[in-house]
């Protein structure tokens, strides 16, 4: 009835839900059963609470905007993202969003990220032991320009030397690398292992070197003079363990002479100790870095990373629909090489992944992709900081898509091109890829 005025229901303030951005009278029942049905009773509690707050300072502080700000935004390149933005600053979103508008022009795109294609695995000497924690995102012409003047002055310093991995000492810890830990890239760690043993005693490589332990403090020193990363010296430190570790459990030394195999006991421990200090070290090392790459105004901010993704994306859209045309499924290289660099581009600059993922992403990673609601997970275990994690990769469903794509149809294309050069050749359908390493 007209005029009358229900006064019994209390005014309850809706709550949006992150998940699937609805509004809810009763947040934590909506969270509980549908939007986030395997989450613990805390996490659950901890988003209402921001929910609630959100809320509150919507109502507080969100419901005027600048006349000032919106101008800005209105004649910016990108207004309609800057419009986005500047609402979810008010806690407020939007749905529905397309994909951003193409503009630019792929050429450009393709020759900047080609120059950057990261680094080749174990392609300078140091880098073998090297392991790149640092997760430093964008590092490709800097890294390298560092690592070439490095080896330089390590060489000038003699810490490069190595004896010949012919010598029984170092081939019998190659097989004990290769049969017990298989170990790929045991190679790398018996040189350095080996350059330590020149260092210790040019002569012959020998287990004497656990009779000097001033002998490692002058390594490393030269080492830092080098400019090596405590990281790189602890790696150094972690190949001398195994080796002796090795000659501990797996030779007749204990047997054979009881005094030595004492002293590499005790070596070992040394070694140990060592490994703590540069590894403290090390941690400051990649807080300095990462302190340094944020105040580094010549970095490329997160939102200068994705506009190269956001200005090309119509042109990968554009190849992407051809391969659905049937009668022109056939692409150029250049369309081929600009599907792969965007790909790689994603996993990068999007998902702020080092360069050694892409290249060590393999084709069974990809196959055995896990689904997770919307998303597809692609787990990489073999990337230079594998000792650690296993790095995965979270892909939307647009992003599978793409991905799905182009293992499929675009890189039988690039891997047929590489094998018969200059023709124009059409892998048959069905014909599987032979090679399984990298993107
Ligand atoms: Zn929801």
């Known amino acids: ?191 350095t292992v080996s350059r330590y043993l020149y260092f210790a005693d040019p002569t012959e490589p020998s287990l004497k070197f656990v009779n000097d332990r001033e002998k490692l403090r002058d390594f490393l020193g030269q080492q830092a003079k080098a400019g090596y990363k405590a990281q790189t010296s602890g790696n150094y430190i972690k190949c001398l363990k195994r080796f002796l570790e090795f000659h501990l459990t797996r030779t007749g030394l204990r047997q054979d002479d009881r005094e030595l195999y004492n002293k590499c006991t005790l070596y070992l421990s040394f070694l140990t100790s060592s490994q703590s200090v540069l590894s403290k070290q090390a941690s400051k090392e990649i807080v300095q870095k990462r302190h340094a790459l944020l105040f580094d105004k010549s970095q490329p901010t997160p939102r200068e990373c994705l506009a190269v993704l956001d200005k090309s994306e119509g042109d990968l859209v554009k190849i992407m629909n051809q391969l659905d045309d049937s009668s022109s499924s056939s692409l150029s290289r250049t369309e081929c090489i600009f599907v792969l660099y965007y790909l790689e581009a994603i996993v990068i600059l999007r998902h702020c992944q080092r360069p050694c993922v892409v290249q060590n992403m393999k084709v069974k990673e990809w196959l055995e992709r896990k689904h997770a609601d919307d998303d597809s997970i692609v787990f990489v275990k073999d990337h230079k900081t594998a000792a650690h994690f296993v790095v995965s990769i979270v892909l ?30 059409q892998r048959p359908p069905g014909e599987q890829p032979g090679c399984t390493e990298g993107i």
């Not at 809320?55 to 006349?67: P, T």
């Not at 490069?160 to 045991?186: G, I, M, Q, T, V």
């Not at 794509?405 to 891997?415: A, D, E, F, G, H």
């Open 396 to 425: 939307s469903k647009k992003e599978e898509a793409w991905f799905e794509k182009y293992y499929t149809k675009v890189r039988p294309q690039l891997l047929a091109g590489e094998r018969k050069p200059p023709a124009k050749v």
């Open 1 to 191: 009835m007209a005029g009358e005025k229900k006064s019994a229901a209390p005014l309850r303030h809706y709550l949006l839900c992150p998940v699937c951005l609805r509004t809810q009278d009763s947040l934590s029942c909506h969270l509980r059963r549908v939007c986030m049905k395997d989450k613990t009773p805390p996490q659950i509690l901890e988003v209402v609470e921001k929910a609630k707050k959100d809320v509150c300072d919507l109502l507080k502080n969100g419901r005027a905007f600048s006349y000032a700000v919106l101008k800005q935004i209105v004649s910016s390149p990108n207004p309609l993202k800057g419009l986005i933005e500047e609402l979810k600053n008010h806690h407020l979103f939007v749905t529905g969003v397309p994909p951003p508008l193409p503009i630019g022009n792929p050429r450009l795109v393709t020759e900047t990220l080609s120059e950057c294609p990261g680094e080749a695995p174990g392609e300078t000497e140091p880098s073998d032991v090297e392991s790149c924690g640092s997760n430093e995102l964008f590092q490709c012409r800097q890294e390298k320009t560092y690592t070439k003047d490095k080896m330089v002055k390590a060489k000038d310093l003699g810490i490069l030397k190595k004896h010949s991995a012919d010598h029984p000492l170092l081939k019998r810890f190659a097989d004990y690398l290769k049969n017990d830990y298989e170990n790929a890239k045991y190679q790398q760690e018996v040189d």
